[in-house]
């Protein structure tokens, strides 16, 4: 069984430039996190999907990240426009259900903002 | 104070040595998660826990729910265990809070 497949591994961007990551779950998995990781922090979360609906995005900040998981499936995070503080390891997730249940991540994408 | 600490913040060993790292949580909990993170920055979940102990190979991981504390072993510690090792509380409210994590060196 394939896991979580996270793309680009690794992105070096400008400040004030867009960066999108993508983020294939393991299939059937319904729920679908997006976390950041600052250096020597453990991560936070962004945005929880169940299914195609965000079900807590109350950490993202929404001036310049958006996401998306339109079809239920694969999710897309943006930053638009990137700036020095987005330098982080952005983590997919994804798990068969809630209420307590195991969460497989992926490996991460990581940002460098310059 | 952070809902979830863990200590040590940072451990050299010795191979073969074996390792205790500790979570302590104030939150009301479902469950609790050990998970490695590799330097290339993928977490791999090592165990999910939420009464008792668990036990994967020279891994062994232990709670007890009235004091609110976990704890992760290694045992005959190896080289390649050096990692950082992440505690995260399966809060009540279905979001999982992590700790900052544990880094691990390992040397020959």
């Known amino acids: 069984e394939a896991g979580v497949v996270q793309s680009p591994r690794y992105k070096i961007i400008e400040k004030k430039q867009p960066v999108a990551f993508w983020c294939n779950p393991i299939s059937g998995h319904n729920t679908l996190y997006w976390y950041r990781q600052n250096l020597g922090q453990g991560p936070e979360l962004l945005i929880r999907y169940e299914n195609e609906e965000a079900v807590d995005d109350s950490q993202l900040p929404k001036d310049r990240f958006s996401a998306e998981r339109l079809k239920g499936v694969d999710s897309t995070l943006k930053i638009q426009p990137a700036e020095l503080g987005d330098s982080a390891v952005y983590l997919c997730?994804?798990?068969?259900?809630?209420?307590?249940?195991?969460?497989?991540f992926g490996p991460g994408t990581r940002l460098t903002v310059t | 104070k952070n809902e979830v600490e863990q200590s040590p913040q940072n451990l050299t060993a010795q191979e073969g040595e074996f390792i205790t790292i500790n979570c302590s949580y104030s939150?009301?909990?479902?469950?609790l998660h050990w998970l490695q993170q590799h330097p290339g920055g993928g977490i791999v979940s090592l165990f999910m826990l939420s009464s008792g102990k668990k036990k994967h190979g020279r891994l062994i991981a232990t709670i007890n729910i009235q004091e609110k504390h976990s704890s992760l072993h290694i045992t005959a510690s190896h080289p390649r265990d050096s990692a950082v090792y992440i505690c995260a509380a399966h809060h009540n409210t279905d979001k999982l809070i992590f700790g900052t994590g544990t880094r691990l060196q390992v040397f020959p």
């Open positions: 997730a994804s798990s068969p259900g809630t209420g307590g249940r195991e969460q497989y």
């Open positions: 939150v009301g909990i479902s469950a």
